[in-house]
């Protein structure tokens, strides 16, 4: 039976045959062996890798499963091969070192910190595995685990670090533990700001919450610009008035930050404003004045179907289209909504794939809102605010062709008074003397 013992003295002999001086344990048989022990381990990584590639990822691409394409996606398989040449490490130091070496101390324990850093991020792998999972469940719309995963991932880090410190200094983990326990209170006290930055990193990495070129709005601290650094304690914002302002890491977790960067990453900025029409400039078309409308061409199509529809609405119900009160007609707000989305529709920088209307908002004292919801293909800002200003430069410039006015109000109460304010001043003017005195 082939032994540890008799494979280090076969070894020994091996070398002394380029050197007769060498013997066990000294310094150049120390060295032979740590250079065979870490080509053996890259050798088992090339191997590994290379049964990763050639059979694992090709039987996860053809099998029928999920669970091994999210296994695969998630860096599970790339993590797991590195347990090769961390088994390689620690078999080898067995079988060439003796245990009252050194060496054989400080290879033992860099193999098994290996062993447990590859069995930590194998864990970590199959919770984002089984998250994803979870979240293609109906069950995910009810109830989230997100944040389960994350402090079974921290408990997880924790007790890899627990071990790792415990291996490194020989001392049991239960010993460390009860001593963090009796200095929590004073590193919570010193720390607080790097510890909560800490945790704070942990959760804006592992959700992808923020990073640098971020547009982010914080209104407590006053901040509209975008991120430069990412620290552990501060972040470092620039404004876009070029100032630069620092907020606490901590704070991008517990305080309502608006993130830009969906828009960024979406097809179109989002362009959602109202323009308040006068109530009293809403009536009913005539027969002239639609016929002028409908020289227009974006509606033209639209007016001659309502007109076909009226019309045959009325020969239905058997109505005159002269009865104004029976019979129904197009209004001039109703054909102006109609105009403006047939106007969105054709205009070369809105994004047609995305919502797109024109909607009426409640009335209020200031008139009827029309709303313009719909989305620019340029989200940069200073392209965004020019087509922006345009299609309402626009708007403003077609409301007198369909007869209506937008709300102003000194314009709107000039409106209101002008035939009483005039004749209130006729009246004074060929009033006596004495009267207007």
Not at 75 to 81: A, S, T, V
Request: with cysteine; proline share 3%.
């Amino acid at each position: 039976m082939v032994t540890a013992e008799t494979l280090r003295e076969n070894f020994v002999e091996l070398l002394k045959q380029i050197d007769t001086d060498i013997v066990l344990n000294g310094s150049l048989y120390n060295s032979f062996s740590l250079l065979l022990i870490f080509v053996l381990a890259l050798c088992g990584l090339f191997i590994s890798r290379l049964m990763l590639n050639s059979v694992v990822t090709r039987w996860v691409l053809k099998s029928k499963t999920h669970w091994d394409d999210a296994l695969h996606s998630h860096g599970f398989f790339n993590r797991l091969i590195h347990l090769a040449p961390a088994l390689i490490i620690f078999a080898s130091t067995h079988v060439l070192l003796t245990t009252d070496s050194l060496l054989y101390t400080v290879l033992l324990k860099c193999s098994l910190l290996y062993l447990m850093t590859v069995a930590a991020l194998s864990m970590s792998a199959l919770l984002n595995t089984f998250e994803d999972w979870y979240n293609s469940t109906p069950f995910a719309a009810q109830a989230s685990i997100t944040g389960f995963v994350q402090v079974a991932k921290l408990v997880l880090f924790i007790v890899l670090m627990l071990l790792s410190v415990s291996l490194i200094v020989e001392r049991s983990p239960l010993l460390l533990l009860s001593g963090l326990t009796a200095i929590a209170a004073v590193l919570l006290l010193i720390f607080r700001d790097t510890i909560l930055g800490f945790v704070a990193g942990i959760q804006i990495t592992a959700n992808r919450l923020f990073t640098n070129g971020d547009w982010i709005q914080v209104d407590k601290f006053g901040v509209d610009g975008e991120i430069i650094e990412l620290g552990l304690t501060n972040v470092k914002v620039r404004n876009w008035d070029n100032t630069i302002s620092t907020i606490p890491t901590y704070s991008l977790t517990n305080e309502a930050i608006k993130n830009w960067r969906g828009m960024q990453e979406s097809g179109g900025r989002r362009i959602k404003r109202a323009v308040y029409i006068d109530i009293h400039s809403i009536h009913l078309f005539d027969e002239n004045s639609l016929q002028e409308v409908a020289k227009i061409r974006f509606i033209a199509d639209y007016i001659k179907s309502k007109i076909d529809e009226l019309q045959r609405y009325h020969k239905d119900h058997s109505i005159d289209e002269g009865d104004l009160l029976n019979r129904r007609a197009l209004t001039n707000i109703g054909t102006f909504r109609a105009y403006l989305e047939a106007y969105l529709n054709k205009h070369p920088k809105i994004n047609q794939d995305m919502t797109l209307m024109v909607r009426q908002l409640p009335p209020n004292e200031l008139g009827l809102p029309l709303e313009i919801y719909c989305f620019c293909r340029d989200k940069s800002w200073v392209a965004y605010e020019k087509v922006q200003a345009d299609i309402f430069d626009h708007i403003m410039a077609m409301l007198p062709l369909f007869d209506l006015r937008a709300y102003q109000r000194d314009s709107h109460l000039a409106a209101m008074s002008g035939p009483a304010s005039t004749s209130a001043r006729a009246s004074a003017e060929d009033a006596p003397d004495s009267v207007k005195d």
